[in-house]
């Protein structure tokens, strides 16, 4: 399948994406490693504007590990608001613990 053609200016969505997250330390190699061992030349063309046409499946496990979705990513857009995008993560136990979900039905009524 033949590579689609790179943004002439450079500027695509996810080539900014990729871009910050070398800005932030990551390597071509840790980003790959990340979106399930994509070779660094891939993320590369990426970064330099390059379309996936392939490996979608690899963008989408990259967005999601910086917990982006993969429109937001490829477009730039923000599509929803998610608890992630206005609280930040802090750590309040540590240690050993049970958690026990329980699922609510309704009650059945004492007619049946």
Request: aromatic share 6%; proline share 5%; charged share 25%.
């Amino acid at each position: 399948m033949p590579r689609k053609k790179r943004n002439q200016n450079n500027i695509t969505p996810l080539a900014m994406f990729i871009k910050s997250l070398i800005s932030e330390g990551y390597s071509l190699r840790a980003i790959g490693k990340i979106a399930g061992n994509i070779s660094p030349s891939v993320v590369h063309g990426w970064s330099q504007g390059a379309m996936p046409t392939e490996n979608l499946d690899s963008l989408r496990c990259l967005a999601n590990h910086f917990e982006k979705s993969l429109s937001t990513v490829l477009t730039g857009k923000v599509d929803k608001v998610t608890a992630s995008d206005q609280f930040d993560r802090v750590p309040f136990y540590e240690g050993l613990m049970e958690v026990r979900l329980v699922k609510l039905v309704p009650k059945k009524s004492e007619d049946s």
